[in-house]
């Protein structure tokens, strides 16, 4: 009479099944994250070109710059998302209009502090309602990094330079640009200062091609 077999998984066999479960396991979530930022990398570049295309026209519309972009330290806070959607240049949250046919701040809206980068609205999303009433910035470090910054020619002389600089100084070695309005935004890390340029180049979107 045969004897049952005992064949079954030794231990260093296991072990090795294991490791290989655990090195696809990292090969995913390499791929997922590289995927995601890539994602985001490329809602960021259109957010700036939008954003860039939306304040052109505005200017072209009424050959002026409206004193929410002048008074905005060169962010894309809600005052200017406002501005933007009510002259149905952006299509954003910003605002709606209440039973009373009011205009007024929809809190619901990730936008609803200004617009950010992906990175920046993974924060946002995260901060309960009640930290900030109509829009106004939370006390936020981190979200700040995130918000997305712009610069116009604010004498209409056809170039981005030094004169304009009320919005504060432009990105790059202070060479004028020339454009009417330039918009960018920040990776992953954010802003290095907190006023124009990125901690990683690389991960900076802008409107604007590096000849101009």
Request: charged share 20%.
């Amino acid at each position: 009479m045969k004897r049952a077999s005992n064949k079954g998984f030794t231990l260093v066999e296991m072990l090795v099944v294991i490791g290989i479960i655990g090195l696809l396991i990292g090969v995913l979530t390499t791929g997922f994250s590289y995927s995601q930022t890539l994602a985001w990398q490329t809602r960021s570049q259109e957010l700036v070109s939008n954003v860039a295309t939306a304040m052109g026209t505005y200017l072209l519309n009424e050959r002026s710059w409206p004193d929410e972009f002048l008074r905005s330290n060169g962010n894309v806070n809600n005052e200017v998302c406002k501005v933007l959607q009510e002259a149905s240049l952006l299509d954003v949250a910003t605002v709606k209009t209440d039973a009373n046919g009011v205009t007024v701040i929809n809190q619901n809206s990730p936008e609803r502090f200004g617009l950010f980068s992906p990175w920046g609205q993974r924060i946002v999303r995260k901060i309960p309602l009640v930290t900030a009433s109509l829009g106004a910035l939370p006390a936020n470090a981190e979200l700040q990094k995130h918000i997305l910054q712009f610069r116009v020619d604010v004498d209409l002389d056809g170039k981005i330079d030094s004169n304009d600089a009320v919005l504060g100084p432009i990105p790059g070695n202070g060479d004028p640009i020339r454009a009417s309005v330039i918009v960018w935004s920040c990776g992953p890390q954010g802003k290095a200062d907190g006023k124009t340029g990125a901690k990683n180049s690389q991960d900076n979107r802008q409107s604007w091609s590096g000849s101009q």
